[in-house]
């Protein structure tokens, strides 16, 4: 038997239809922010991550799909979504019509342990919004994140936040990193020796020592803002406050993608189960880095395989309607002709209908009209077929009406 591969898991049943009221909710919260759907390829040329997420990052260095094609190209199966939006909007000249909000939704692969909430084809909605270097959007950006998580119903939410500076800042704060780590990085781990020189900011960062002291005690970057950097970061607290989202300042909160300035943040529950449930930040120099034009951006991804894990670490109750609209039942197969008919008619007007093709008896058509939770049944024997006229009745009440086939939406909507 062919089994499915290492850190991939396949959805039916319940999971996608929570799957699919989670991504559905996602969409209604960032079109009533006007953001707009955008979906890129699986494949992209392994330079555009190589250059936009970075070199040192454990994505690329690690953690990417990475093969030679039959022309001899280096190619790379998207470990991440804001690159391959970068790309897009550089190569369809996008950034003609400025500002340009856009959300995503599609499956990421990255080759890491499996647990939990986290899987190596793991699934990521996010958002990217282009055109503006102002702290009301970064605080909308925060602000829809949390909102989505809110509506979502999960409790006790709340982001991290941090501000790691411009260019200038970030190096006078490699440089104090360094001081700081260098005469005690042999008792770190490998990766953390390289990055001492290559990027020190990861350190911050690593899954192994992060429970160093060493770490816990390395200087703040918000020592190091300058005045406008603080301003702007003092903004979006102020703005996140009117707000009413739930904050907190950590000052070692770097994320793991080497295109972030600014503005940076995670969300989390207070449950702490899978680690942070999605993050983002401001990342300006994206698309110049990339060669095209300089436009300052900001946005968030949502790791969603952990967003429906912590849905249900939380027993979330989920509003998702499991209901269809009727089951046909047929006494016999002869009616099957006249079911499918009216099954395709009324199924073009908008309603969920489903029937028995198999040749079940009738107490199990019945049972299976419970199963799909129907909210009426339709009987159709020969002489209903002679007649035109259908046995409806109501899965709840068990009442039954005779209705013709004729006035049928009529009847369903009024009892649906």
Known sequence: MIQKLKGTYDVYGSLSKKHDYVRKLFQAVCESYNY??????????????????????????????????????????????????????????????????????????????????????????????????????????????????????????????????????????????????????????????ERLNKNPLRILDCKIDHDNELIENAPSILDFLNNEEKEYFDKIKYYLDSLEVDYEVDSSLVRGLDYYTETVFEYYSKSNEFGALGGGGRYDNLLKSLDGPD???????????????????????????????CYILTISENENEFAFDLANKLRMCGF?????????????????????????IMIIGDEEVKQKIVTMRDNLTKEETKVNVDNLVDYFDVNL
């Not at 300052?296 to 309607?321: Q, Y």
């Not at 093709?357 to 909210?375: H, I, N, P, Q």
Request: net charge negative; charged share 30%.
């Open 36 to 193: 707009s759907y955008i979906e890129t390829p699986f494949l992209e040329r392994s330079e555009l991550f190589h250059r936009g997420v970075g070199e040192t990052t454990d994505i690329v260095t690690k953690e990417t799909y990475d093969f030679v094609d039959r022309g001899g190209r280096n190619n790379t199966i998207r470990p991440e979504g804001t690159a391959g939006v970068a790309r897009a909007i550089i190569e369809n000249k996008l950034y003609n019509e400025l500002p340009l909000k856009l959300w995503y939704y599609g499956s990421m692969y990255r080759y890491e342990r499996p647990q939990k909430g986290r899987y190596r084809e793991l699934r990521q909605i996010g958002i990217e919004s282009y055109g503006s270097h102002n702290p009301i959007m970064d605080a909308e950006v925060i602000s829809l994140g949390f909102n989505f998580l809110k509506e979502l119903g999960l409790k006790d939410i709340y982001v991290k936040l941090n501000s790691i500076g411009g260019i200038e800042t970030r190096n006078k704060y490699r440089e104090a990193l360094v001081n700081h780590f260098k005469d005690h990085i042999d008792g770190f781990c490998d990766d953390c020796k």
């Open 295 to 325: 436009i300052p951006s900001v946005g968030l991804a949502f790791g969603f395989d952990r967003l429906v894990s912590e849905i249900e670490n939380e027993e979330v109750n989920l509003n998702i309607d499991e209901t269809i609209d």
């Open 352 to 376: 969920k209908i489903d029937l028995d093709l198999t040749g079940k008896s009738m107490k199990a058509k019945f049972k299976e009209a419970d199963r799909y939770f129907a909210k009426q």
